[in-house]
């Protein structure tokens, strides 16, 4: 099993999906802009623009340490999807 199919059954186990979309997301507290990045959050009640995770947020939520990696992550992560 390569690496692309052993995270998607991770993903499908936390995010009942294969290929979640992803977000950017502030993993750290005090940071200026989200230097992480996490699935979308399914719950209603979680905006869609607001980057914290909560309790009702999937998992995994993945610090990068720079808001450019993460927003270029979620860009890699979202054009992954629906790829073979
Ligand atoms: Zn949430």
Same mark, same amino acid.
């Given at each position: 099993m390569n690496a692309r199919d052993a995270a998607r059954k991770l993903l499908l186990a936390t995010t009942s999906t294969e290929q979640p979309e992803w977000r950017t997301a502030f &993993? &750290?507290?005090? &940071? =200026? *802009? +989200? &230097?992480g990045i996490a699935p979308v959050? +399914? =719950? *209603? =009640?979680? *905006? +869609?623009?607001?980057g914290s995770v909560y309790p009702c947020c999937p998992e995994p939520?993945?610090?990068?340490?720079s808001h450019k990696v993460a927003a270029y992550l979620v860009e890699l992560l979202n054009a992954d999807r629906g790829a073979a």
């Amino acid at each position: 099993m390569n690496a692309r199919d052993a995270a998607r059954k991770l993903l499908l186990a936390t995010t009942s999906t294969e290929q979640p979309e992803w977000r950017t997301a502030f &993993t &750290t507290d005090g &940071t =200026d *802009e +989200p &230097t992480g990045i996490a699935p979308v959050c +399914p =719950d *209603e =009640d979680h *905006e +869609p623009d607001d980057g914290s995770v909560y309790p009702c947020c999937p998992e995994p939520a993945i610090e990068c340490d720079s808001h450019k990696v993460a927003a270029y992550l979620v860009e890699l992560l979202n054009a992954d999807r629906g790829a073979a």
